[in-house]
């Protein structure tokens, strides 16, 4: 689900932490990026019924993120930290405490869960009223989205620009 994961992360971000100097566009990319990064690895590496793997593990975000404080420094540290906190708010959001050989992996050896499945097939296009849940949590998260373009007047001149530059929420 790409909108329930934007909407959250973005919603959650601002609940705990408000505007402060945060760059959402970062926190974006790294709500997105497991679903990403284990698409581009089940193509090539696994195969399975759950469509997460190493992205979706604790491990993944842990080192992505060090690897984030480790390289950068000042302002573009502070941004590019955000990819970190998205990254972690998508494993809370597909809820991957349920699979602990994902979650944990490779604290349990080397395999990972094969549930819960990643949402995304097919099928969600040719059978749409067979994945209600689905469906629910898109919806949920395109209205997130739409509360935080209105909210911030995204559609006022040059707002949205200013956001896609900068990544501020501005009042």
Do not use: K
Request: charged letters at 15%; proline letters at 5%; one cysteine or more.
């Amino acid at each position: 689900m790409i909108l329930w994961h934007l909407g959250l992360a973005a919603l959650i971000v601002y609940a705990s932490l408000g505007r402060r100097r945060i760059d959402y566009r970062y926190v974006l990319l790294g709500a997105v990026l497991p679903d990403l990064v284990d698409g581009i690895l089940g193509l090539f590496l696994f195969d399975g019924p759950s469509g997460r793997w190493v992205a979706h593990s604790l491990l993944a975000v842990i080192v992505v993120t060090v690897a984030i404080l480790l390289g950068a420094s000042g302002a573009r540290r502070l941004a590019l930290f955000g990819v970190g906190v998205g990254w972690l708010l998508h494993l809370v959001c597909d809820g991957m405490w349920q699979a602990p050989l994902t979650f944990l992996w490779p604290a349990f050896g080397l395999r990972f869960s094969t549930t819960p499945a990643e949402p995304y097939s097919w099928d969600l296009i040719t059978n749409p009223l067979g994945h209600p849940g689905t469906w629910a949590g898109e919806l949920v998260g395109l209205a997130i989205l739409a509360w935080f373009f209105s909210a911030f007047r995204m559609g006022e001149e040059g707002r949205l620009g200013l956001f896609l530059r900068d990544g501020y929420l501005r009042p």
